[in-house]
């Protein structure tokens, strides 16, 4: 349970939202996607909100939504 914890919260460091920038990255939305595929939307999410905030949330969830063009 801890490697697990530890996992997400090196995942979502990396994604550096101590900005909680408004639109991510496409290499941070990568790393959320990887992160989500990896753990599951619903573990990835609660770390964030524990963790980063609400901002950073809703920021993850606008590269989740967000569909690329041409695809």
Do not use: W
């Not at 992160?35 to 573990?43: H, K, N, S």
């Amino acid at each position: 349970m801890a490697r697990f914890l530890v996992a997400i919260g090196a995942v979502l460091q990396l994604t550096n939202f101590s900005l909680a920038q408004s639109t991510p990255n496409p290499a941070q939305c990568d790393q959320i996607r990887q992160a989500v595929a990896t753990y599951g939307y619903v573990a990835a999410k609660r770390h964030a909100l524990a963790h980063y905030g609400i901002e950073a949330v809703r920021a993850g969830d606008r590269c989740l939504t967000r569909r690329e063009k041409g695809t």
